[in-house]
Nanobody
Framework: VQVVESGGGLVQPGGSIKLSCAASGFTFSTHDMRWYRQAPGKERELVAGITFRGRPSTYSEFVEGRFLVSKDAAETTVYLQMNNLKPDDTAMYYC????????????WGQGTQVTVAS
């Protein structure tokens, strides 16, 4: 049972990138999912999330309408579409999932690096 992120890379300021979080051993029909990020020297912070019922949870203020979280129809993958990226968005992005009704167990991915630079 795990979650695996992918899709990170180098993108220019103002550009876009789409991250994926693939679930293995469960689906997001039963698990809440959140994207977190951690920049060098900073604490890990919440970016966005989506509940197992499919209603998007709160986006952090710094998102400012630039990001969108969604699930595929099979509910095995959650995406984070990031637009109008800024250098401050440079960070390791992590996928987090947990059973939506029980609140446990919890799963963390290994992260995918997003670097915003010209």
């Amino acid at each position: 049972v795990q979650v695996v992120e992918s899709g990170g890379g180098l993108v220019q300021p103002g550009g876009s990138i789409k991250l994926s979080c693939a679930a293995s051993g469960f689906t997001f029909s039963t698990h809440d999912m959140r994207w977190y990020r951690q920049a060098p020297g900073k604490e890990r912070e919440l970016v966005a999330g989506i509940t197992f019922r499919g209603r998007p949870s709160t986006y952090s203020e710094f998102v400012e309408g630039r990001f969108l979280v969604s699930k595929d129809a099979a509910e095995t993958t959650v995406y984070l579409q990031m637009n109008n990226l800024k250098p401050d968005d440079t960070a390791m992005y992590y996928c987090f999932a947990r059973d939506g009704r029980r609140g446990w167990p919890e799963y963390w991915g290994q992260g995918t690096q997003v670097t915003v630079a010209s």
